[in-house]
């Protein structure tokens, strides 16, 4: 089961910030944090990952907490084109070739 | 930029026969993978595949399910006697080796697969 929780959905205003939260309380030190989407049943995309530190790239940020029990994906400048179901996966080195275990993810939709 | 691809991008059979659903991955990819995911569901690990063999399967890849790396670019899933609840969009990913820590895997547009 995957070991982490979104909120369903979400809405966002083109052009605005989209902040989307997740909560991965049972994480382990070997563990990272990745975000893919999915755009309307097309295969799952790759964002972005993190171990501890924030990090950012072209697509996006993210935001994870001190005791790595959350984090927060920031899309700065959202567009209708990211309009999509986004997936927070806690995944580990390694070992078992990084299966991607998915949850359920949050549904965002932006608006103009 | 290169991608993976998939085809048929549509499957439909009759239950009980057999289908294969291939998937070309990125050329020097060394982990592939598929996935499925059933209308208005989540998307499902079903196997893994580094040097040439199986490395992790779910329990959704039973004995009706095999894969295949053919030659040095095709990548396959059989499944041998389909059923109704196989019915789904099934993805092939493909994965680079690992670097930092990091092995994205990439999606392929997936071939949706009906079972009448």
């Known amino acids: 089961d995957a070991k982490t929780t979104q909120p369903p959905s979400m809405d966002c205003a083109e052009g605005r910030a989209a902040n989307l939260p997740c909560n991965h309380s049972t994480i382990s030190g070997n563990e990272y944090v990745y975000w893919y989407r999915q755009i309307h049943s097309q295969g799952p995309q790759y964002i972005i990952h993190?171990?501890?530190n924030n990090e950012t790239n072209e697509m996006a940020s993210l935001i994870i907490t001190e005791d790595r029990k959350s984090s927060t994906l920031i899309l700065p400048h959202a567009t209708l084109r990211d309009t999509a179901v986004y997936y927070c996966?806690?995944?580990?080195?390694?070992?078992?070739?990084?299966?991607?275990?998915f949850g359920k993810g949050t549904k965002l939709s932006v608006k103009p | 930029e290169p991608e993976v691809t998939q085809t048929p991008s549509h499957q439909v059979t009759q239950m009980g026969q057999e289908v294969i659903l291939r998937c070309v991955p990125i050329s020097n990819h060394l982990y592939f993978y598929w996935y499925r995911q059933i209308l208005g569901q989540k998307v499902e690990f079903l196997v893994s595949?580094?040097?040439?063999?199986?490395?992790?399967k779910s329990e959704i890849f039973d004995d009706q399910f095999s894969v295949e790396r053919p030659d040095g670019s095709n990548f396959t899933l059989k499944i041998r006697s389909t059923k109704l609840e196989d019915s789904a969009m099934y993805f092939c990913?493909?994965?680079?080796?690992?670097?930092?820590?990091?092995?994205?895997?990439?999606f392929g547009p997936g071939t949706r697969l009906t079972v009448l």
């Open positions: 595949f580094y040097n040439n063999e199986i490395s992790e």
């Open positions: 993190g171990l501890k």
């Open positions: 990913a493909s994965g680079g080796a690992w670097v930092a820590n990091n092995n994205e895997q990439f």
């Open positions: 996966i806690v995944r580990s080195y390694g070992g078992s070739q990084g299966n991607l275990i």
